[in-house]
């Protein structure tokens, strides 16, 4: 039960976490774009609710220890010590960041309607006001459009990709780092995962002979 806690509960969560700093500067980059968005809350939800579920791997692993009894060794302590870790890097740096981040997908999409409606109301109201106008009024209007406004679906993937790594398609310098940092956060928890799950199989200075 202990390891398959492990496989169920953790597995979801490291592979979630990975995935979701890339689908939230997709999601900044196209702030009208749903599907963007539905992936990178899709992505937040898994890591909230089977982080919860991690709690029975270490409730199983303690069990597990004791009935093998090996808790007053060494190598379990310090598997105890970096999943204690690890939770830390979940908890306090991991979800709170995707939640902003999310916050920030919703805000930018809210924004972006708000904007398109306001086109529409300013287009109807002074349709027909002339040609020069409205020449004017466009040129203005794609100096002062955003970059997160382009539309990037159409782009070739390779020039999207160059402007999420730029942070020119997110409007956002700030967003963008904190998508990296967020990346560089996962990494440092999969990593203690990986530690602990080597820890667990080699059992160094083991003397249980199990």
Known sequence: MHVLAAI???GPVAVAASMFPPAARAALARPGD???AGVARVLYRICGIYSALGLLVIVFGFFTAQR????GQIWLMVAIALTGLAALVLAFAVLPAQR???????TAAAAHVAGTDNAGTDNAA???GGAEAS????????MDLPTADMPT????????????????????????????????????FNLLWAAVTVLMIIRPG?????
Request: aromatic fraction near 2%; avoid cysteine.
């Open 153 to 188: 679906a159409s782009l070739p993937a390779s020039r999207v990709a160059a402007a999420l790594d730029s942070g020119a398609a997110t409007g956002n310098g700030f967003a963008l780092a904190r998508t990296k940092r967020l990346a560089m956060t996962a990494g440092i």
């Open 8 to 10: 169920v509960a953790i």
């Open 100 to 106: 902003n981040l999310i916050d920030e997908i919703t």
């Open 206 to 210: 083991s003397t249980t002979g199990i």
């Open 126 to 128: 002074t349709g027909g």
């Open 135 to 142: 020449s004017g009024d466009m040129l203005v209007s794609a």
């Open 34 to 36: 749903e599907h963007s």
């Open 68 to 71: 093998l009894d090996v808790l």
